[in-house]
């Protein structure tokens, strides 16, 4: 994940992932990945941050080889975190697996921001979803 930090704060910029046999390095400076880096550094301030994450074998605790399962797990959380990170930037410069979090709406808990106080039912779910700021 690539995020710009402005104070205190990150803002995610470009959710990936990497199930390839270049690995890390590979993957993050390819031609495409460095223009999403570029597009969201060109006019904006703060500092970047590349984070990584691997995926650990259980039994070894090395770096996890390539498997269908693994990859499998390794989708699931990318779209997992891309859900996660258009919540806090809706410019996210993702394009793929954005759809459904970029058009969900559920009045008063996700999705385009709506007028007036939500319901009593709508503030419950966001508390037991811990969407509520405290």
Partial sequence: M???KHGNH???????????EKGFYGEVLQGRKLAHYYAATDERYGREYLHLVARIEENRGGFCKWSQRSATQIERVESHMIGMAIVHNERLRNSSKTKFHRTLD?????????QGRPSLSAQTLKNVLGLTKE
């Fill in 2 to 4: 690539f995020s710009l």
């Fill in 106 to 114: 559920i009045a008063g808990v996700v999705g385009p921001k709506y």
């Fill in 10 to 20: 990150f803002t995610p910029w470009y959710v990936g992932k990497t199930c390839s």
